[in-house]
């Protein structure tokens, strides 16, 4: 999961993460057209456009296809994707829908430990502690990776300087506008299928904490190499309402998004 450079410099303190007053979309303008691609994030009110690549486009269909075991049946009338190149970002957000249907926060999560698990081969975690293990040095190595390698998933990112017990490290990265959150316009996607069990598996899994901070305002989200995550009770994602704008399976009736509540 090579994006141009953020002019400001980011601390996060470990003992007390930022708490941002989130708000809803009814206070911002709604997405209505496509911007070209120019290697920047479109503007809230548009919807950013890509120039997806071979490799961009077989991570898409890799995990699109893992997925699709897990997914719920397609539309009637759905012409079903075979081949990895089948898949575009739009489909592979459709597939993550489908995986929602009918299952619990916890199950959502569960999914995709089980999708990132098979994607690995047999042993890898236990190797990837060996090789990086929870230090300074390996958490700047994995931020300084999550750029290039991110970037089809979440779109332009730079790595920033962050504070872990109280050291200042380059092990931060700072992710312009998301463009899964983008994309899908769901909270509980951002929060059940990316935040939860990306922060989970780098830090149960791989043995190097994470957290993951998304900005419900303007779409944009930092991660913290080498920072424990709060529960998920404590983190302020938890209580953040649904797009009910621009999200299709929104409860605009529900204070808290309802899929972070089953």
């Given amino acids: 999961m090579v994006a141009l ?12 993460l930022p708490i941002r007053k989130q708000r809803t979309f009814s206070n911002i303008a709604i997405r209505s057209s496509i911007a070209e691609p120019s290697g ?27 997925m ?11 012409e079903p994707k075979k081949g990895v190149f089948d898949y575009d970002y739009e489909s592979f957000v459709e597939v993550s829908k ?23 081969p047999p042993g890898a975690p236990a190797q ?14 994995n931020a300084a990776l999550t750029v290039p390698f991110f970037y089809w998933l979440v779109g332009p990112s730079e790595v920033v300087e962050v504070e872990i017990n109280g050291v200042k490290q380059k092990s931060g990265v700072h992710i312009k506008k998301c463009r899964y959150l983008e994309n899908s316009g769901c909270v509980g996607m951002c929060v059940n299928m990316c935040k939860i069990p990306t922060q989970d598996f780098f830090t149960n899994e791989f ?22 995550p709060l529960s998920f009770e404590e983190d302020e994602a938890s209580k953040q309402p649904c797009f009910a704008e621009i999200c299709s399976m929104a409860n605009p009736k529900s204070s808290v998004c309802h899929k972070l509540q089953a």
């Fill in 207 to 228: 043995g190097l904490p994470l957290t993951m901070i998304p900005n419900f305002e303007d779409m944009s989200c930092e991660m913290v190499y080498g920072q424990v």
């Fill in 128 to 141: 990837f502690r060996k090789l990086f293990p929870p230090t300074k040095w390996a958490a700047e190595f």
């Fill in 98 to 120: 489908r995986v929602m249907q009918g299952r619990s926060r916890l199950q959502q999560q569960q999914v995709v430990r089980q999708v990132l698990l098979s994607m690995l």
């Fill in 40 to 66: 920047e994030p479109a503007p809230l009110g548009q919807k950013t456009k890509y120039n997806d690549g071979l490799f961009a486009k077989a991570f898409m269909g890799l995990f699109a296809r893992k």
């Fill in 68 to 78: 699709e075991k897990f997914a719920a049946a397609p539309k009637a009338g759905t």
């Fill in 5 to 16: 450079g953020l002019q400001a410099t980011h601390l996060i303190s470990p003992q007390k």
